[in-house]
């Protein structure tokens, strides 16, 4: 199952996407966290301290990604004439959670017990020429040519705000938590995701962060209504991490509501006809808008319409 973890900056989603993959990992579950952020503290979070964290980033090889997935796709006649939302097809490269391929092999690294992927930071080569979204690109390659089994998780720390949506990267999710603190600028951007989200059928259930008292929980559940799936209380443990110093055992109550993620998370079968759905829409949408003009191709024909991605494609 694949996790988005979103939400206003600040908001506390990137302790959460930590928490979450960390809790996953300790009950012995293959997960795979990736730090989607332009802000790339996902492994901090997790625990790694001292010098820079040394995975290779996604978003410096893309084209290398390009090539390795693309396999002997005929629909795909080079790196070059790909771009962030080409879908599989067959003759593609599908992936397994954590596979013993090249991809996997060169940019995961683990932080603890948690196996850790990074998209790579935006820096001064960046500046007026490109966006974030390009580096995201490599992401949703990822997502797009993994066949991720049951009970295996991957965990994306995504960029703050609904910036998420300038990408159909969103879509590649089986469930998005917000993470929401219970404030006025908490919730606005809960209302922003949920209603682009609802044109297309996206399950996000909230989550409150930071909450120190009834009146906090009160609040939220005012603001979100249903979509209030559990909150977290105020957590000495995680100040503590921060700090990096780890004492004792995090709170009852969140890891009540740790797993109260995961029994939401579980409770969803995949629906791989959509998720493909979705992926070729966007496909799409980007090959008329700007990508068949930039590549020189017509990137419709990418299309595979006899091919879904999932287990049996995977056989």
């Given at each position: ?214 009146d906090d929980l009160l609040f939220l559940k005012e603001e979100v209504g249903d979509d ?88």
């Amino acid at each position: 199952m694949r996790i988005a973890f979103v939400g206003k900056g600040g908001s506390g989603k990137t302790t959460l996407s930590a928490l979450f993959s960390r809790h996953l990992a300790h009950s012995g579950a293959p997960v795979l966290a990736v730090d989607g952020d332009i802000n790339q503290h996902l492994a901090e979070a997790l625990g790694h301290d001292g010098d820079t964290f040394d995975a290779p980033p996604l978003g410096a090889h893309l084209r290398d990604i390009k090539e390795f997935l693309r396999g002997t796709n005929p629909r795909i006649p080079s790196a070059d004439a790909m771009i962030k939302t080409t879908p599989p097809g067959r003759g593609s490269r599908l992936l397994r959670l954590l596979g013993d391929d090249e991809l996997h092999a060169r940019h995961v690294r683990r932080v603890g017990n948690v196996p850790v992927m990074v998209t790579g930071e935006f820096d001064e080569s960046d500046l007026g020429v490109a966006c974030y979204h390009s580096k995201l690109g490599a992401v949703e390659l990822y997502l797009g040519h993994l066949v991720d089994g049951p009970g295996e998780y991957v965990v994306v720390d995504m960029t703050a705000g609904a910036d998420a949506f300038a990408s159909g990267l969103f879509t590649r999710f089986d469930m998005t938590f917000l993470v929401a603190e219970p404030t006025r600028k908490g919730v606005s951007v809960y209302r922003q995701y949920r209603d682009h989200a609802r044109e297309f059928g996206i399950r996000i259930a909230v989550i409150g962060n930071k909450v120190t008292c009834e009146d906090d929980l009160l609040f939220l559940k005012e603001e979100v209504g249903d979509d209030l799936l559990t909150h977290l209380v105020h957590s000495s443990w995680v100040r503590a991490a921060e700090q990096g110093r780890e004492q004792g055992e995090l709170e009852s109550h969140n890891v009540h509501a740790l797993n109260v993620l995961r029994e939401a998370v579980d409770a969803h079968p995949k629906d791989w006809p959509t998720i493909h759905g979705h992926a070729v829409e966007f496909h799409l949408r980007n090959a008329r808008a700007w990508a068949d003009d930039r590549t020189g191709h017509d990137l419709a024909a990418q299309v595979d319409p006899e091919f879904v991605p999932g287990p049996t494609a995977l056989a």
